[in-house]
């Protein structure tokens, strides 16, 4: 029997489980998907917020803020990037402009007090090129760009180095709690826990039906990307955020980690937890966004793109919750600001554990799982005098990173894990020169490429 | 063929040479080279076979270019240079993928591109699908349905957006007769549905929607030059063609460094690219023995639309060498008129012409005494 069981492998069940780990919990991750990131946290924009823009004294700002400052401790150990890029946030019209003395004034009391007023020249120095209009803005230097694939993973590392398990392709199925004692039903088999956390994300409404009539609804909220070539990223020195309003906080022009550049996200509310599917003329209106903001990115290719979920509630705030006479803690609601938050919430849920379920160990030191970059601004594979056979040229992958991912004590579950572990494939040309070779490499590794082909 | 070039090296960052006819399992190569009919491998294996003796490196790319002609490299030693008095750009061509064509739907497993599907299939031994639809009507379909025979993959439909197939006639008898495969024109792909697995490929068909089961989805043509080492680089691209600038000698912006083949535009077959490989060997083995003066002065040409591109898009004043890259222009639309090639206004050449989307016509003339600076425009005029 474990401690706890964390159901839900994105990056805040990830977090979560290293948090109770290195707290000494005997910690089981259970995932429904073939590989921890298969739901919300697969896709967003990979942003590590300083929470500027928060609510005012909300859980989600202290998370935020706590997780901010905890990615910055340990991101090196993690073999993390922290991409330093800051943001500007652009007004272009005499209503957006009317609304930044109230959105300063919320950064500063947010305590996030290096957020300044900057004027059309201070714009155009901290992000050439823009398009002509802007009349003010905002300089929030903390604003950064991370990988948001790696962070999770690296987390999950830790957790296992310090005892924990993790088992995918795991939905929980059903579950009861019967003499002090959670057992979980899933195709895998019983599992048993003294303490559930609920951090299924898209799902949560549906597990947290295990332990009560929800709360909450989840209401997955579509943000479509495009990701633009890394020919692109040059012109891109920062996050570009517009003037946000009422319902989101709108269309982003920013820098990724791995050398490119994305547009977006949309905001559009569905009912499917499952799909996340692009339209074409999103797409196009994207492209045709991000040119209106940065004239300089025409005539660079699409390299891919994308949609993910962000798990809303019909409520805008986190719902973090302990049910002590259930041995349950619901963790919903986690939407946009989950990457960064991550770490943070995990600290909370450490606390409320603490306080409802009795004493945890003292953080043990560290066990150091460094993950293998795929920063394009930090030493790769490839660069090393030893980097042996690239087999992804697009995004320079070597054959030794490919096979390390396959291997270790957490391969990839599927192909996506394995190009979010890699980034083999995701490049410009999309496996038109390398699928064949990644293929001959996971044969029998991963369910896209059995072993004997029937 | 070494013309008197003692010290010679070819980069190649797969593992063996040959370039994509490796993977092209099926007929339809070296009738020009080696006067037979071979399947891609044998004569990918025969090109490599006629390089014998010269160092051939695998498993090195090209990173970049910098402005003395200095090659930035990468191998299994990591990362390097390379210097050489003269350089050919090889670097060929690839397939526009679904995601830069901007499809929508979801992203489920059943979505590549020829080059993809082909090497899974005689690269890796896989069936990736078992029932597809193929996108785009270039004769790159054509190869697209014998991978499927080979592999056992069952053709759902060829859809293309035009109004026409855009390969020859015989595609559509052979897709239609031999592989019993309906050609939908007017369509266009919308989205892609299905959750781990592609389950349908979702069309407007002359305006109505449908969706076509199917397992597999097949990105087909549209291709690009691979030319994004030279991007950023102080060789002058053409947003025409994807490729860089040539003159009619194959040199690109640095003198030193030339290009020949599918690098330089949209496909062509084999044989092009290996009889311009050899042309523009021709050259730089003449400018290497100083025959081909570095030029003093080039002139630009431009076309007009309909018209995509003109390729070579420079033409530098006359050597004694013989011209390695005929003029040819593409159209991005089905058009008839006289083609004509202009300087300041006055007609140097022209011929009545019937264009088809995305095919070679070649442009007769020579520029040789066109003044410098001169306004060169090749144009279509259609009859009133």
């Given amino acids: ?454 | 063929m070494r013309l008197g070039i003692r010290d010679i090296v070819v980069l190649e960052r797969d593992a063996e040479g040959g370039g994509i006819p490796r993977l092209c399992a099926h007929p339809g190569f070296g009738l020009k080279e080696f006067h037979r009919i071979l399947h891609g491998p044998e004569y990918a294996r025969r090109l490599v076979a006629a390089a014998a003796g010269i160092d051939l490196r695998t498993g090195h790319a090209l990173l970049g270019v910098d402005p003395d002609g200095t090659l930035r490299i990468a191998g299994p030693d990591g990362p390097g240079v390379l210097r050489a008095r003269a350089v050919l750009l090889a670097l060929g061509t690839r397939e526009t993928p679904r995601s830069a064509r901007l499809v929508g739907g979801s992203r489920p497993w059943g979505v590549f591109t020829t080059g993809a599907l082909q090497q899974l299939v005689h690269g890796a031994h896989q069936r990736p699908c078992r029932r597809a639809v193929i996108v785009g009507s270039e004769l790159v379909a054509l190869s697209n349905l014998l991978t499927f025979r080979h592999a056992g993959i069952t053709p759902v439909a060829i859809v293309e957006e035009a109004s026409h197939t855009l390969a020859p006639r015989a595609l559509a008898w052979a897709a239609g007769v031999a592989f019993r495969t309906p050609v939908l024109t007017d369509a266009r792909p919308v989205a892609i549905h299905g959750t781990h697995r592609v389950e349908a490929l979702e069309i407007d068909h002359h305006g109505h929607r449908r969706l076509l089961a199917c397992d597999g989805v097949i990105f087909t043509g549209r291709f690009v030059p691979d030319a994004a080492p030279l991007v950023g680089s102080s060789i002058t691209m053409d947003a025409g063609t994807g490729g860089p600038v040539v003159d009619q000698y194959g040199r690109t912006a640095i003198p030193t460094i030339f290009a020949a083949g599918n690098v330089l535009r949209p496909v062509e077959p084999s044989w092009t690219a290996w009889t311009e490989g050899r042309a523009v060997a021709q050259a730089m083995a003449g400018q290497l023995a100083g025959r081909l003066p570095v030029p003093t002065h080039r002139t630009t040409l431009s076309a007009a639309p309909p018209l995509r591109f003109v390729c070579p898009q420079q033409w530098s004043e006359p050597s004694p060498l013989q011209v390695a890259l005929p003029m040819q222009v593409r159209s991005g639309d089905d058009v008839s008129g006289r083609l004509r090639l202009t300087a300041h206004g006055e007609e140097l050449w022209g011929h009545r012409a019937r264009l088809r989307t995305g095919r070679r016509i070649p442009v007769g003339g020579r520029l040789d005494d066109v003044a410098p600076g001169a306004e060169v425009l090749v144009e279509v005029v259609r009859p009133n």
């Fill in chain 1, 1 to 454: 029997m474990h401690d706890v069981a964390v159901i839900g492998g994105g990056v805040v069940g990830c977090a979560l489980l290293r948090r109770l780990a290195l707290h000494g919990l005997d910690a089981v991750l259970l995932e429904r998907g073939r590989d921890i990131l298969s739901g919300a946290s697969k896709a967003n924009s990979a942003l590590l917020h300083t929470g500027f823009d928060a609510p005012a004294n909300s859980l989600e700002l202290s998370c935020i803020r706590a997780g901010y400052s905890e990615y910055f401790d340990i991101h090196e150990s993690l073999g993390l990037p922290l991409v330093q890029t800051g943001a500007v946030m652009v007004a272009w019209n005499e209503t957006q402009q009317a609304r930044l003395p109230s959105l300063l004034a919320k950064a500063h009391a947010n305590g996030i007090l290096d957020v300044r007023a900057i004027s059309p020249a201070e714009i155009d120095r901290l992000q050439p090129g823009l398009a002509p209009g802007a009349l003010a803005g905002l300089h929030i230097p903390g604003e950064h760009v991370i990988d948001p694939w790696s962070a999770p993973l690296a987390y999950v590392r830790q957790a296992m180095a310090h005892g924990a398990t993790v088992i995918r392709d795991c939905e929980v199925l059903d579950g009861v709690l019967e003499d002090g004692i959670w057992r979980l039903v899933t195709p895998r088999g019983d599992v048993q826990a003294r303490i559930v956390v609920n951090a299924a994300g898209l799902y949560g409404d549906l597990v947290e039906r295990l332990a009560r009539i929800p709360p909450f609804e989840i209401r997955p909220r579509k943000g479509q990307f495009v990701v633009l070539d890394k020919s692109a990223h040059a012109a891109v020195r920062t996050i570009v955020l517009p003037v946000p309003d009422e319902r989101t906080k709108g269309i982003i022009v920013c820098p990724t980690a791995f050398g490119n550049v994305i547009v977006g996200p949309t905001a559009e509310e569905q009912t499917a937890r499952d799909q996340a599917a692009t339209d074409t003329a999103t797409l196009e209106a994207l492209v045709a966004r991000g040119r209106e903001i940065l004239p300089a990115l025409a005539g660079h290719a699409v390299t891919a793109t994308y949609a993910g979920l962000r798990p809303a509630t019909e409520r805008s705030e986190y719902r973090i919750e302990a049910l002590p006479d259930q041995q349950w803690i619901s963790v919903a609601g986690i939407r946009s600001t989950g990457l960064t938050a991550a770490l943070g919430i995990a600290r909370h849920v450490l606390d409320l554990f603490r306080r409802h379920f009795g004493p945890v160990a003292d953080e043990a030191v560290p066990v150091s799982t460094p993950v293998p970059n795929l920063c394009e601004s930090l030493p790769r594979r490839w660069m090393q005098p030893d980097a042996g056979e690239i087999v992804c040229h697009c995004e320079r992958v070597t054959r030794s990173e490919i096979e390390a991912a396959l291997s270790g004590p957490l391969p990839a579950g599927d192909l996506g894990g394995l190009r979010r572990r890699t980034r083999a494939m995701l490049g410009r040309c999309q496996g038109f020169h390398c699928a064949g070779r990644v293929a001959r490499l996971a044969a029998g590794r991963l369910p896209e490429f059995p072993e004997n082909q029937p």
